[in-house]
Nanobody
């Protein structure tokens, strides 16, 4: 059974940084793509960043572009989200997700990690 486990969330002041980790139960290369999403209170879940695991290509939501970096380490079965210059509006539960297919929705999801940015 595929498992994705996030960690690294916490409370940080505006302007600070956090690095989120997502450990997969197997090789991240078994996923075509892995991604981070977030959901703030009272809002819909939104896409943050995605990496195509075998080639390392990435894409970002406009709201985080230039402030966040997604990366993968297959030796550690882990995908990271480095977040810098955090803003209060980045406060949300952050979820890791993955899919094996080239197209289609993400099939596998973690339980989430809370990120709170204070002003």
């Amino acid at each position: 059974q595929v498992q994705l486990v996030e960690s690294g969330g916490g409370l940080v002041q505006a302007g600070g940084s956090l690095r989120l980790s997502c450990v997969a139960s197997g090789s991240i290369f078994s996923f075509y793509a892995m991604a981070w999403y977030r959901q703030a209170p009272g809002k819909q879940r939104e896409f943050v960043a995605r990496i195509i695991t075998t080639v390392g290509s990435t894409e970002y939501a406009d709201s985080v572009k230039g402030r966040c970096t997604i990366s993968g380490d297959n030796a550690k079965n882990t995908v990271y989200l480095q977040m810098n210059s955090l803003k209060p509006e980045d406060t949300a539960v952050y979820y890791c997700a993955g899919r094996r297919r080239v197209l289609g929705p993400d099939d596998y999801w973690g339980q989430g990690t809370q990120v709170t940015v204070s002003s």
